[in-house]
């Protein structure tokens, strides 16, 4: 049989029905990501193919990195070729891992190579997709007509004017490019001295003076409505975990002076300034009808040499294992005792807390949404055939699947588009298999419907709201 055949991980003929006729075809709303809007603005086109390929895919370092490569070839200053071969050696020893699967499929879906990568193939295929990249359709803008990405949502900081996302709105561009307002630097009090330049940074944008806490929220409301005016609908926060200290404005402010001033604060104070912010957050969102987004547990940088060397996302971070329940509670509530809870997708990133995450989305559904609050996809080191399947089943054993909001890229690179095909051929396959056990009704309109709105259909629905 051959590799990633038609039919791959499609194992009943109601899935490969459900896939060819329903979900092949579907629209793409990757509403999260962390694609560069500057290079969307600018229509970007690569050189060659380490630079779309191996350029900022930590996912890729770190493999590489196993395999025993030194980091010249990964991040260092290796040509191109080289790194690509570097890779080209690492891809055999990737068996299993998720990433056999999708580096294969890219290379179908966007160059038509069916020939598996290796160190005997490296050249070959490098010329090849070389001779795709300096074809005058192959650019940004084509990458996203071709894949049918009706929407994309950046992740911006507060900070930033936007005047990329301005460009992109008066392009050509069919595609729906929305900012996603993530302020996770309002909360790094940690070095004060980067504190206070980010504030400034934030002045400029926001044009006004911010020297006490009333400023700061007056200048973050101000950057929300330019991201609604912008189009944004979502906000989006990356936490170790939600505060669990209530704080009133009084102490928010007060912690707040004594950053400005220079000074450092302990943990129990920044959790305190954390939560005075989070829920003034989720007032803005819930007074817009925004979504937002918490992606809750990673440890991050924890090879402190090495992100030291070569900075954040750099492949250094890992599963954490953060109590969770009591953070998510406090904060839930806290926004649902003001009435000020907004639609919340809740990303996971330890699979011992999909039930934790799961069943925590029904205590807080209040009826004047379907799917107000959802459990988000596989995240991370969970978006691979295994993590999403436990997502899916948790999902589908405490709530609702037919209005679950579904797959996004979460990448930062504009190759990863077929790893919504690899969801849905999973997403397919579960329904289809369960449906032929006589576990789902023999109805393939209303199992087809099933398929189209969680690959699609709600996607569009709550972006449009």
Avoid at 56 to 68: F, I, Q, T, V
Avoid at 119 to 126: G, Y
Avoid at 321 to 335: F, R
Wanted: some cysteine.
């Amino acid at each position: 049989m051959n590799y990633l055949h038609d039919h791959f991980f499609l194992h009943s003929a109601t899935a490969q029905r459900l896939f060819h006729e329903v979900a092949k075809n579907a629209p793409i709303y990757d509403y999260h990501c962390h694609l560069s809007p500057q290079e969307i603005a600018s229509n970007h086109r690569w050189s060659n193919i380490s630079e779309l390929w191996l350029g900022g895919d930590h996912y890729k370092w770190r493999l590489m990195r196993a395999n025993g490569i030194a980091e010249k070839f990964i991040t260092g200053d290796a040509s191109p070729r080289e790194k690509f071969q570097a890779w080209a050696e690492t891809v055999p020893q990737t068996l299993r891992n998720p990433m056999h699967h999708w580096v294969h499929l890219e290379l179908r879906r966007y160059f038509g190579i069916e020939e598996l990568l290796s160190p005997a193939s490296a050249e070959s295929i490098w010329q090849r997709c070389n001779q795709w990249l300096a074809e005058s359709s192959f650019s940004v803008h084509g990458i996203l007509e071709q894949f049918d990405v009706r929407m994309v949502g950046t992740t911006d900081d507060p900070a930033d004017p936007l005047a990329d996302h301005r460009l992109i709105a008066q392009s050509s561009l069919t595609t729906k490019v929305l900012p996603t307002f993530r302020p996770d630097k309002a909360f790094a009090l940690d070095n004060p001295t980067a504190y206070r330049a980010w504030l400034k940074k934030l002045e400029n944008t926001a044009q006004c003076e911010i020297n006490s806490l009333p400023d700061l929220c007056a200048a973050l409301r101000q950057r929300h409505d330019d991201f609604h005016a912008a189009g944004a609908r979502m906000s989006d926060h990356g936490l170790d975990r939600c505060p669990a200290i209530h704080c009133d404005e009084a102490d928010a402010a007060a912690i707040f002076l004594r950053v400005f001033a220079g000074e450092r604060v302990n943990a129990e104070d920044k959790e305190k300034f954390i939560f005075f912010l989070m829920v003034f957050f989720g007032q803005l969102d819930a007074e817009k009808g925004w979504t937002k987004q918490l992606h809750l547990g990673p440890f991050r940088n924890v090879n402190s040499r090495m992100a030291s060397l070569l900075g954040p996302d750099s492949g250094f971070d890992t599963i954490g294992d953060t109590a969770q329940g009591a953070g998510l509670v406090c904060y839930l509530d806290a926004l649902a005792s003001r009435d000020s809870l907004p639609n919340i997708i809740l990303y996971n990133i330890n699979p011992r807390d999909n039930y934790l995450f799961s069943a925590m989305t029904g205590a807080f559904q209040d009826g004047t949404v379907a799917g107000k609050i959802q459990f988000g996809s596989g995240w991370w080191f969970l978006d691979q055939k295994d993590g999403m399947e436990l997502q899916l089943n948790a999902l589908c054993s405490t709530g609702l699947l037919s209005r679950f909001i579904g797959m996004l890229t979460d990448s930062r690179s504009f190759l990863s588009f077929p790893r919504h095909e690899y969801f849905r051929r999973i997403l397919c396959n579960m329904i289809g298999n369960e449906a032929e056990r006589g576990e789902l009704p023999d109805d393939f309109d209303t199992l087809a419907e099933l398929v189209s709105n969680v690959c699609s259909g709600n996607a569009q629905r709550i972006l449009s709201r």
